[in-house]
């Protein structure tokens, strides 16, 4: 049997079918999901007692975490880390809520009082949630209290939540699409438009992801359910062997959704966050033991090396070594990753 | 409480702590894995039986793969797996196995009569193994037995399998450590070094990835089961509060263990097609039609064209369209990824 012998009709059936054996895959997907959180929730416990009585254990991590995550931590972001990062927690907060996602998960920061906002906890929730042509993580701006000529995010983070308020008006006077149409036309879109546009891209602060929304477009929880059951009904009836009708026509035009976004490839940053790092937490503390054992012996881990701090202090442009500000001494031999985000 | 007011033995005491914790980490991971491989395993039988109706499916998988496995894939590789691809299964054979371990696996290509080779099955198994300061995916060459002239890897596979037999006659007479500095010096070893030294590194074929064995240097069943068993005694004394030795002067020279690779990063690539591809199977089959959507409707999906068909296959050294090879019609709207291997 070859694919030039068959007709269009075979195809589409077959499809129909690799549908519904997909939709088993990802529904095993979410059920391993559940068992691995099952598996890692005392752990996590066990873990979150034991790091407690650790210095800078998150900072560190945070430190060394993977390009994909150093890239978006300027050298003002690691400064705030060292001086006030004091506790992170990732939680599955919708791991058994049947309209919920497994997938969904929030980023809990804490901080020590300090210099650079009133908040102690900033915490993003990222939503899995879908459309009819796609699907993934969306999320709302998060206010960060600010103290006075702080603000590392030059008001963005700021302008997002304006944006926010106004889009959650919106939605509750009109349609979905119409919303959306009217959301361009806002004073708080414009406000966030142009300071997008005028701040430099390759210099947002870390912050600017509690900004984030979407990497597509903002999408409700009804919206999301409301597709969700759509296409429960329509794989029901491919087993029941019953005819669905095509929707391709009706796709959506990317004009009415283009939105604005604070923090593009915050939904990636976040997950590469909770599905490598936190998990993984003490295998990148212990990284920076490991290179400082290039130059050293782990008995002489106290010695400061004045040179290095200072010279990474004064310039707050160059790269901020964060073990340096923390107190752990000397820079490993290999020269850090630059600290520049990708284009 | 400070980092700076800390003494070494303190310091020591929490990394031994924290390593058995790590260790409960990595036993979670494990258990996870297994919990995963049972929801998944009738899945994977269903998905077989359906997809073995499927013209091409595998091929069309394949040539789906994401950019880290298609730089591996040369024009020639592409029309081998056109013309005679026909099954493909992953298995983690030591799921069960108290001395193997659930990372290892198995990647099993099946192939029509072609010709090219004579073998209808070619089976590369990947071993996790361990060694005092690694651990990570080994793997045996594999006999590929090419038919005349047809030799894709130009001798390199043939050459690996030399030197594989060589090692294991080495490995029966003598001690680790001996055993490896003995290899270097050996008729099989020059061969293959010289042989990887002439061959183009950016066009080794795919098939080059039968020939891998490691991304550090062969490690055997015994010397991990040692390093495992070591390591458990090590931690049993760390629980029970007991000193344990520091090994650290005792790690391994570099130069000891230098080893010539055919297929350097095989153990990535084969992680990805075992991690990535191989659940998600349906989701790059579909892809295949996506892309051919931008251009044309489902229903004219087996309109040969007949230009970039014959553009395709006159020239080998131009990217080749598996698509194309197989009837599935013209090329996507998009421009193909380079097929050039990384640097």
Redesign the interface.
Same mark, same amino acid.
């Given at each position: 049997? %070859?694919?030039?012998d068959?007709n269009?009709e075979d195809?589409?059936a @077959?499809?129909e *079918? #690799?549908s519904v #054996?997909?939709t *088993? $895959?990802e529904e !095993?997907?979410l059920?391993?999901l559940r068992? !691995?959180e099952a598996?890692?929730a005392p #752990?996590y416990k066990? @873990?979150a007692e $034991?790091v407690a009585?650790?210095?800078?254990f998150w900072t560190l991590v945070f430190e060394q975490a993977p390009p994909e995550i150093d890239n978006f931590i300027q050298p003002s972001d690691a400064k705030v880390f060292a001086e006030c990062f004091d506790s992170f927690e990732v939680s599955r907060f919708e791991l058994d809520d049947p309209k919920g996602s497994p997938r969904s998960f929030s980023l809990k920061f804490g901080f020590k009082e300090n210099e650079y906002f009133e908040d102690k906890v900033l915490e993003k929730k990222f939503w899995f949630r879908r459309t009819k042509d796609w699907q993934g993580l969306v999320s709302e701006p998060v206010k960060i209290h600010w103290k006075k000529g702080k603000d590392l995010t030059s008001g963005l983070t700021d302008a997002a939540c304006k944006l926010g308020e106004e889009r959650k008006k919106l939605a509750a006077d009109t349609s979905n699409g119409e919303a959306r149409k009217k959301e361009a036309t806002t004073k708080a879109y414009k406000e966030l438009a142009q300071k997008i546009e005028t701040s430099s891209d390759a210099s947002v602060s870390f912050f600017g992801i509690f900004a984030f929304v979407s990497g597509y477009r903002w999408v409700s929880a009804e919206e999301s359910e409301q597709v969700t059951k759509e296409d429960n009904d329509k794989l029901e009836k491919i087993k029941r062997g019953e005819e669905v009708e095509d929707d391709d026509e009706d796709e959506e035009d990317p004009q009415d959704y283009q939105e604005i976004e604070v923090f593009p490839g915050g939904d990636e940053v976040a997950t590469i966050i909770a599905e490598d790092m936190w998990?993984?937490a003490?295998?990148y503390?212990?990284a920076t033991?490991d290179e400082e054992e290039d130059d050293e012996e782990?008995?002489e #881990? %106290?010695v400061m090396d004045e040179d290095s701090d200072a010279e990474n202090q004064g310039d707050s442009d160059s790269e901020v070594d964060i073990r340096a500000l923390?107190?752990?001494g000397r820079n490993s031999a290999q020269p850090p990753a630059k600290k520049q985000r990708k284009a």
């Open positions: 049997m %070859d694919h030039m068959e269009p195809i589409m @077959r499809f *079918e #690799l #054996l997909e *088993e $895959f !095993a997907e059920e391993i068992k !691995a598996l890692h #752990l066990k @873990r $034991f009585n650790i210095p800078h998990p993984n003490i295998k503390y212990k033991f782990l008995s #881990l %106290d923390v107190g752990k």
